[in-house]
């Protein structure tokens, strides 16, 4: 019997097939785990370092006079005369004549009560001699008390009386004679001239605003939040001297910027219904720098507020919700921190970070507990 192998051709493929199959499963390579390599992120730290700290607080304000006065005339009178020194802007020295009223009324007045007073002196010479001639004829005839008019006591005091009178008026005159010359009572700069020559004044015209140029100050408002810095006490009590925190203006005028520098001499005792904020006063010595500062100027302020110690300075960015990451050998980690103050880009930090704790100063995508990196 001959067997037809053909027919059973697909039996064998299928079952060859399968051999294959399982074989290539069985013989395939195994794929060998490999660890991932983890490369520590680069970042920079700083060093924390405890130091003692001034706290530096910030303001602004426009240049003023420390003094400054309204001139009024005392006499009556025609101005005949006006200093070049006595204008608008104009600065002048202490003594200088600034202006003369027509003074010939006055010196006629003079000559008068000088008479009168010359009257009165000869007067009361007469009477006491008078007085004394009489207490010498009554112990000589008299008997008893004699009466005070037989002394002529009365007379006598109503010599003196007319004789203070004609004093005063003289004094009087003399000083409304010396009042037509107005003499700058320091050194200082006009503001505003009110009259001109051939100008008729009364007593308490108004003649001109002028202003001590020895000292001016700058009235400076502070932030709610600063005022625990500033050292100040807040009942306008001024200051003594040495007591006197400093301050640092800065302000550009004509190209050229410059600094002066002053001092804190008091607090308003009450808060600016507008601004809600309490102001200080610091008054400017003018000299060296200080005196190319002018009234009108606005400044920035930087004054210096209360001692700290123990104070270490980082970015403000490293803080995030009173945390902290620093990197202890090559690993991120996080420190609680008190934050007692922050200060334009920095924060100062009272307590959570050791001496020498290396602060993350880079920013990162994310941050977490125990990560890997490495120090620039």
Do not use: C
């Not at 007073?117 to 000869?122: D, G, H, T, V």
């Not at 009477?127 to 010498?136: D, R």
């Not at 300075?313 to 934050?339: C, F, G, Q, T, Y």
């Amino acid at each position: 019997m001959k067997i037809n192998f053909r027919k059973f051709t697909p039996y064998v493929i299928v079952l060859v097939s399968i051999i294959i199959f399982v074989l290539m499963i069985k013989l395939k390579p195994e794929a060998e785990f490999q660890k991932p390599k983890i490369i520590p992120q680069v970042v920079e730290t700083m060093a924390a370092y405890p130091s003692q700290v001034t706290a530096k607080i910030s303001s602004q304000g426009t240049i003023r006079p420390e003094h400054e006065i309204l001139i009024t005339s005392e006499v009556a009178g025609k101005v005949e005369w006006i200093s070049p020194k006595f204008l608008d802007g104009a600065g002048f020295r202490s003594g200088d004549t600034l202006m003369k009223i027509e003074k010939r009324d006055y010196e006629l007045a003079l000559i008068t009560t000088e008479s009168s007073l010359f009257q009165a002196k000869l007067a009361l010479e007469r009477e006491q001699a008078e007085s004394k001639l009489a207490n010498i004829e009554w112990k000589r005839v008299g008997k008893g008390d004699a009466s005070s008019l037989t002394l002529r006591e009365p007379q006598l005091a109503q010599a003196r009386a007319v004789l203070a009178a004609a004093e005063a008026a003289y004094e009087q005159s003399k000083r409304n004679l010396k009042r037509t010359l107005i003499l700058a009572p320091f050194d200082g700069r006009v503001r505003k001239k009110m009259v001109d020559i051939g100008a008729n004044l009364v007593p308490g015209s108004r003649i001109a605003d002028i202003y001590n140029t020895l000292n001016l100050e700058v009235r400076l408002p502070i932030a709610d939040k600063d005022i625990p810095f500033l050292g100040v006490p807040l009942d306008g009590t001024t200051l003594l001297k040495g007591k006197r925190p400093s301050v640092v203006l800065t302000t550009s005028y004509g190209g050229d910027t410059f600094q002066a520098s002053g001092f804190i001499v008091r607090a308003e005792s009450q808060i600016d219904p507008k601004t809600r904020m309490i102001s200080v006063i610091a008054t400017i010595p003018m000299n060296g720098m200080n005196e190319k500062l002018k009234v009108g100027m606005f400044v920035n302020a930087e004054i210096d507020g209360l001692l700290y110690d123990g104070i270490t300075i980082v970015p403000r960015s490293a803080v995030k919700n009173d945390m902290i990451w620093v990197v202890e050998a090559n690993v991120l980690r996080k420190k609680s921190v008190e934050v007692i103050r922050y200060e334009k880009d920095f924060a100062f930090i009272a307590d959570g970070l050791e001496k020498n704790d290396r602060v993350l100063t880079t920013r990162l995508d994310s941050y977490v507990d125990g990560m890997p990196v490495r120090e620039n």
